[in-house]
């Protein structure tokens, strides 16, 4: 599975903003699709996930501000992100997995985000 995200850039404390991923290939529509994100000298972390099914699960950090939806018949994942905080700023990552046969685990290319004053 391929994928390709949008969005980003700078935007004000308080602010929103909207990142989207497309993904390609086959299983496509059947993974769970979520955001990671990964801020200087941190870890990746989880930002949120969505199943085929439209289950949700968000990080505690963006629980209440972040939305994350999918659109299946277009293989396509959002991130809209409102009140945003300093601490949100970060490269932010697409990713799609599947756990049951074909097996992947597949990430887009960044994109960053950043919170200013």
């Known amino acids: 599975v391929q994928l390709q995200a949008f969005g980003g850039g700078l935007v004000q404390v308080g602010g929103s903003l909207r990142l989207s991923c497309a993904a390609s290939?086959?299983?496509?529509?059947?993974?769970?699709m979520g955001w990671y994100r990964q801020a200087p000298g941190k870890p990746r972390e989880l930002v949120a996930t969505?199943?085929?099914?439209?289950?949700?699960n968000y990080a505690d950090s963006v629980e209440g501000r972040f939305t994350i939806s999918r659109h299946n018949a277009k293989n396509t994942v959002a991130l809209q992100m409102d009140n945003l905080e300093f601490e949100d700023t970060a490269v932010y990552y697409c990713n799609a997995r599947r756990a049951f046969a074909p097996r992947f685990n597949s990430w887009g290319q960044g994109t960053l985000v950043t919170v200013s004053s």
């Open positions: 969505v199943t085929s099914g439209g289950t949700t």
């Open positions: 290939g086959t299983g496509a529509s059947s993974a769970t």
